[in-house]
């Protein structure tokens, strides 16, 4: 069965930083492009940063250029978020999403999504 | 960045009635090389995760029910309910995968009347 599974997610205070991670398991992980899409308390869906296969190529939404780091291990399938300088408008569920295809990054439609792990930035 | 908009932001529909939701971008998301609509639609039940049902406009995703139908092409789009069901019940999606960043539009609310 196809799975994406996060963690890390948490309380934590403005100016803090965070380290989410979105295990894969039941596909070849490499292949696929990887993103993370995050949603606030009762609002829509924002992407919010992107990685290829190989990892070589990473893309970032403005709002988190510079403060977030997207990696992966693939050895481990495993997905990474780094998030820094968090803000209180950084409060979100992120989910890691898989892309349907094996093009190139950014250009095809999330087919797998994870449950999403809540991350809250307040003192 | 490309923005998706939506319309309406909720509607509701008697069970086996017809619900519609449109969705317009910004610019054309139409590659014209390959003559596909970079365009998805994603269902989004209370609690869940959003789910796929819709890629390039108008091909389903594999074991989407049959009621659920993509249209459009260039900046205008549709996804249509041919027959509401209770479960269909959910906030509803459209992104474009054109450009980068993906954009979302801001979510359609479907309820039964």
């Known amino acids: 069965e196809v799975q994406l599974l996060e963690s890390g997610g948490g309380l934590v205070q403005p100016g803090g930083s965070l380290r989410l991670s979105c295990a894969a398991s039941?596909?070849?992980?490499?292949?696929?492009?990887m993103s993370w899409v995050r949603q606030a308390p009762g609002k829509g869906l924002e992407w919010v940063s992107g990685?290829?296969?190989?990892?070589?190529?990473?893309y970032y939404a403005d709002s988190v250029k510079g403060r977030f780091t997207i990696s992966r291990d693939n050895s481990k399938n495993t997905l990474y978020l780094q998030m820094s300088s968090l803000r209180a408008e950084d409060t979100a569920v992120y989910y890691c999403a898989k892309e349907r295809g094996v093009g190139a990054p950014l250009d095809d439609a999330f087919d797998i999504w994870g449950q999403g792990t809540m991350v809250t930035v307040s003192s | 960045d490309i923005v998706m908009t939506q319309s309406p932001d909720s509607l509701a529909v008697s069970l086996g009635e017809r619900a519609t939701i449109n969705c317009k971008s910004s610019?054309?998301?139409?590659?014209?090389?390959?003559?596909?609509?970079?365009l998805a639609w994603y269902q989004q039940k209370p609690g869940q995760p959003p789910e796929l049902l819709i890629y390039w406009a108008s091909t389903r995703e594999s074991g989407v029910p049959d009621r659920f139908s993509g249209s459009g092409s260039g900046t205008d789009f549709t996804l249509t309910i041919s027959s509401l069901q209770a479960e269909d019940v959910a906030v509803y999606y459209c992104?474009?995968?054109?450009?980068?960043?993906?954009?979302f539009g801001q979510g359609t609310k479907v309820e039964i009347k």
């Open positions: 039941g596909f070849t992980f490499s292949s696929y492009a």
């Open positions: 992104q474009q995968y054109y450009g980068t960043p993906p954009t």
């Open positions: 990685i290829s296969g190989s990892g070589g190529s990473t």
């Open positions: 610019q054309s998301v139409l590659y014209s090389s390959s003559n596909k609509n970079y």
